[in-house]
């Protein structure tokens, strides 16, 4: 990571006007703060504030006359700048806008209608990428990743509907750089040389590459954690997970769940591969868990960065610690866990028995989805600490409105991200989350910070999620049917 090297600027914070501030944040804000986690997360909250407020009305400045779909939201409510944070809210897109094409396009590989779609999502032409010829969403997304600066990323398609999302290469660049620094550095200490510039062994218990963030993540991993070394990058599985085939498993999954797994609208040829996914999903827990004891021999003395399910390491770490076995890597690694327990209940004492097995105070946890650059990693008091370059909403469930920002708030959690590249920054997401605006974090973070527990809407609403938004239901319509308006 050579661009680490550059000199710190933010010593030079008072002599910038607050746009200028926004501006260095937006383009470039790991080197604004000088790569350090501490800089990062001790700005005072009144000038964060300031500072996010100024780079809203400098991105939608921009972004209005770029992003169609914008231009009609904040066109439809006359917004061509807002005054106070909340005022942003009616220009958040809902999450689900990412997949809101008409699905027949998909079935029939109209790429080209899709491509219509996706560019009023966008500030980069992706109606210009050849589609002659296109048999696959692969084929499609390689073509787009070629010829412009998008790296398109899908969704596993679980819903039965395949998202894309027009996430550009120098977002991903900007993601994983946040990542390594929140995960290799303590705050409250200076980032050493090592912590910047050494190459660490990447450890993941998935695919080497793909389209979901999953996969095509690890080609910034690589760059970012191990110096570009195809050597220091380890995975479970050394292929490319098919967004084709996870789209079908998709379909597979809601036509089962519609109670006639029959009828599966997909390409023929898509179709019969059905026995393909079906073979590369097989035993995929006991290949994982032997990948894992597989690399804490080899890596042994070596600086790991191993990030995965807590459940999976919680299931290797305890057999590992029954059969005498324990990862002997070197200081300074870290283990991030995520995604609970899928559906598993973890045992209490998970995060004690996976520490004990990778020899490591404390396992990580980071927040964070495609539709992010930057990811929100839990502090020693639970909280996940949002990085100054992201602004954070709680909405009413049923009006979509701000919650108050003070006191304790439990809302459906949005967020507007400034560094965004390619598509526009303020999402609302499917998830409730819970923020004390007042009481600082014990860490000593100045960062808003997410408690811990966060959960689904639509578990809390007992079943589908229907999302409420800010916006006038007019100008939300009326934006939706001109998003939508493409040919089947």
């Not at 960062?447 to 079943?463: A, N, T």
């Amino acid at each position: 990571m050579a661009s680490m090297a550059q000199t710190s600027q933010a010593g030079t914070t008072s002599a910038r006007s607050v746009e200028e501030q926004a501006r260095a944040w937006m383009d470039d804000p790991h080197a604004y703060f000088g790569y350090s986690t501490t800089r990062l997360h001790s700005v005072p909250r009144a000038q964060m504030e300031a500072v996010q407020l100024a780079a809203m009305n400098l991105r939608l400045a921009e972004r209005r006359g770029q992003i169609a779909v914008l231009a009609k939201l904040a066109d439809a409510q006359d917004i061509d700048r807002v005054d106070t944070l909340d005022a942003m809210a009616p220009l958040l897109l809902p999450h689900d806008i990412y997949k809101s094409y008409p699905i027949s396009l998909l079935a029939k590989q109209r790429f080209d209608q899709i491509a219509k779609w996706l560019d009023r999502l966008t500030v980069h032409d992706v109606t210009q990428v050849d589609t002659d010829g296109c048999a696959s969403i692969d084929d499609w997304l390689m073509r787009i990743q070629a010829a412009t600066p998008l790296d398109v990323a899908t969704s596993s398609g679980s819903s039965g509907t395949c998202s894309f999302y027009p996430k550009s290469k120098r977002d991903y660049l900007i993601s994983m750089t946040g990542l390594r620094i929140d995960l290799l550095q303590r705050f409250g200490v200076e980032p050493t040389d090592a912590d910047l510039h050494e190459k660490i062994h990447v450890v993941s218990p998935g695919y080497r590459d793909g389209h979901a963030t999953s996969g095509r993540g690890h080609h910034y991993t690589k760059q970012v954690f191990c110096g570009d070394d195809e050597s220091f990058l380890h995975c479970a599985f050394n292929f490319k997970i098919s967004s084709d085939l996870m789209w079908l498993a998709g379909r597979l999954r809601a036509a089962a769940a519609a109670g006639d797994a029959s009828r599966i609208d997909v390409p023929p040829a898509l179709l019969a591969r059905r026995a393909e996914w079906e073979a590369v999903q097989k035993d995929m827990p006991a290949q994982q868990a032997a990948f894992i004891q597989q690399v804490t021999a080899q890596l042994k003395g070596e600086r790991v960065a191993a990030m995965g399910l807590t459940n999976m390491f919680y299931t290797v770490a305890k057999k590992g610690l029954a059969d005498g076995i324990i990862a002997d890597f070197a200081p300074g690694s870290v283990v991030m866990g995520g995604g609970g327990g899928k559906g598993v209940a973890l045992a209490e004492d998970a995060e004690a028995v996976i520490c004990q097995f990778f020899g490591v105070d404390r396992m990580l946890s980071a927040y964070g989805m495609t539709e992010i650059n930057c990811h929100s990693v839990l502090c020693e008091h639970d909280r996940y600490h949002v990085p100054p370059m992201v602004t954070p909403y709680l909405l009413d469930i049923d009006s979509g409105q701000p919650l108050p920002r003070s006191g304790v708030q439990t809302g459906r959690y949005a967020f507007f991200d400034m560094t965004h590249q390619s598509a526009w920054g303020g999402l609302i997401t499917g998830d409730m989350a819970t923020i004390d605006w007042d009481t600082p974090c014990p860490c000593g973070r100045t960062s808003y910070g997410l408690e811990k527990q966060i959960g689904r809407v639509s578990d809390f609403l007992g079943g589908e999620d229907k999302i409420s938004c800010a916006a006038t239901p007019s100008a939300q319509a009326e934006a939706m049917d001109y998003l939508t308006a493409i040919e089947a």
